[in-house]
C-alpha cells in the first residue's frame, strides 16, 4: 500500500481516505462495520468549547441523490470530549482530527488549544464553514477578512496540523482559501455543505425546523469537483477534497482535480463500509493503469 | 454487533392496497442475526431514483422456524412503493439489528396484564413482543386501530398471542372511534403499556399511563439518516436533552420524554 502514502502538514498518510466530520461520529460507531486501521484518517464529529444542543427537530429532509441537514452541532463541548471520548478512540489505528467550530474567535482558539495536548489528535479541521449555526461557522468562513482573523488566532496556539473546512457558499472561494493559506493553514478541505431548502406543500412549512439547512451527498459532487479545481490553481497547501463522494471513482475524479486526499461524508450512512472499498478501489487503478504512486494523479487533470 | 448484510425475499404478499408483508432470510441457511422486538433495519432500496436514503423498517416477526425476518411496509413514498413490488428471490441489503428493544413488565408477576397498543404501521413491532411476551408466560392483551377494518392487518397472527380489541375510525371492525377511546381503558388494571403508532395517539397512551401510574414504554420513529448515532437527525428532546432515537430509542419509557401534560 506505499504508493498511497501522502502528507498533508506533519500528518504522513497511509492512504488518502478519511471520513468527513459529521458523518462519521467518533469513528466506534463504525468499527462493527470496518477495520478503521484502513482509513488514512477520520475527522470526528465538531467540536465546540461548551456543550450544544443542537437544533430542534426535524433535522433532516431528503433530496434527489442527497439530503439536508439542519442538526447545527450537537456536541458535549471540548472537555467532554477530552476525558471521556478521547480515551476510547486514541488508540485507534489511523489518524484522528477534530473539527472544531465555534461563535467567537475565542472560542475557536480555546478550543483548539485545548486539543492540542492530546498526543493521539495529530491535527485539527477548523470549520469556518457550518450553515447550521446563528453565530459563528459559515459566518467566518464566508469573508477572506474574518477567515483570516479566525486562522490566524488559532494558529498562534496551535502548533500541530491545522487544516481549514471552507464553504461554498461564497462567490469566489479562492480568495477564502488564499487567506486561510497566507495565515499558515496547513492544508484546506472542501466542501462544507451548500445551503439549502425544502417546502412540505400540504402544510406550506418549511420542512427543517431552521428553514435552510446544509446540502450534501452526491447531487453536490459536481460544483465540490469545480471549487476543488479552482482551489487547487489558487494555493500550494494540500487540499483535502469531498463532496459526494460514493464510489472510488468519484474519489479519482477528485484527486484529478487537485485533491490530495478525499474525504467521504453522507455516503457512509448508505454504505457504512463504503470507505473501505474506496481504499481498495484506489489502490486497483493504480495497479490497472500502472501509476506508480498516488501522487502521480494529484491535480493530473489535462485541460 | 450490528451488520450490512444481504437477504433474500421468501415471500412478499400484498395485504391491502398500501400494505405488504416482506418476508427475508439469509442466502446461506446461516441464522439470522438476533434480533429483538422493538429493533428496526435499515433498507437499502435500489432502482429508485428518488429514494437516497435508507429506510428504517420495524421488525415485524422473526419466524424463528423458517429462518424469516419479517417487515411491514406501508407503500407512502418512492422507497417503500419499490420495495411492494420486491418477488421471491430478490437480493435486499440491510443493516441490522439496529437500535435498543422493549423492556420487560417490570414486575415479573405472569398474571400482570400486559397491553400492547398499535395504530396503523406501528402495530407492526408488537407481534414480535407479543409473540415474545407468550412466550415468556405472559398473557398479553392487543389493542390495535386503524382507519377501517380494511387497514387492520394480521389479526389472525395476533391471536395467536393473545387477546385482540380493536378500535376502526369508521366502525366497520371493533369499536368506533381511536384505540384511546377503547372501553377495556376504562378499567385501568395494566400493569404495563407499550405503544407504537401516530404520535398524537402514543401521546395520548403515555398520558393515561401516566394519569394511572402505569409503566409504558413507546417506540418513535422520528425521521432519520444514518440508523446508528452518526448523523443525529432523529433526535428526541428528552429529560437528558436532545438523543438520537436510532441509538437510544426508538423505545422509550415515558418519564424520560417530555410528553406528559
Redesign the interface.
Known sequence: MDKLNIQIGNLALKNPVMTASGTFGYGKEYTDFIDLGKLGGICVKGTTLHDRQGNAYPRMAETPAGMLNAVGLQNKGVDYFVSNIYPEIKDFDTHIIVNVSGSTIEDYAECAARLSDLDKIPGIELNISCPNVKEGGMAFGTSACSAADVVRAVRKVYNKTLIVKLSPNVTDITEIARAAEAEGADSLSLINTLLGMAIDINKRKPVLSTVTGGLSGPCVKPVALRMVWQTYNAVKIPIIGMGGISSWQDAIEFILAGSSAIQIGTYNFIDPTISEKVVNGIQEYLDNHNIAHIKDLIGALEV | ????LDLIVTDNSQLNQSYCLLKLSTTNSSPLPEMFPGQFVEV?VTDS??????RPISVNFIDKEKNELWLLVQAIGDGTRRMATYKKGDLVNL?LPLGNSFTPPESSDKKDRVLLVGGGVGTAPMLYWGSILKEEGYSPVFLLGARSSKDLLQLDEFAKYGDVYTTTEDGSHGEKGFVTNHSILELPDFKQIYTCGPKPMMMAIANYAHKHGITCEVSLE????????????????TTR??VCVCTEGPVFNIKDLKWIN
Open positions: 454487533m450490528k451488520k450490512m437499502h431514483p428518488t429514494t437516497f436514503l435508507r443493516l422520528n425521521t432519520m439518516a444514518c440508523g446508528f448515532g452518526v448523523c443525529l437527525c432523529c433526535i428526541e428532546n436533552g436532545n
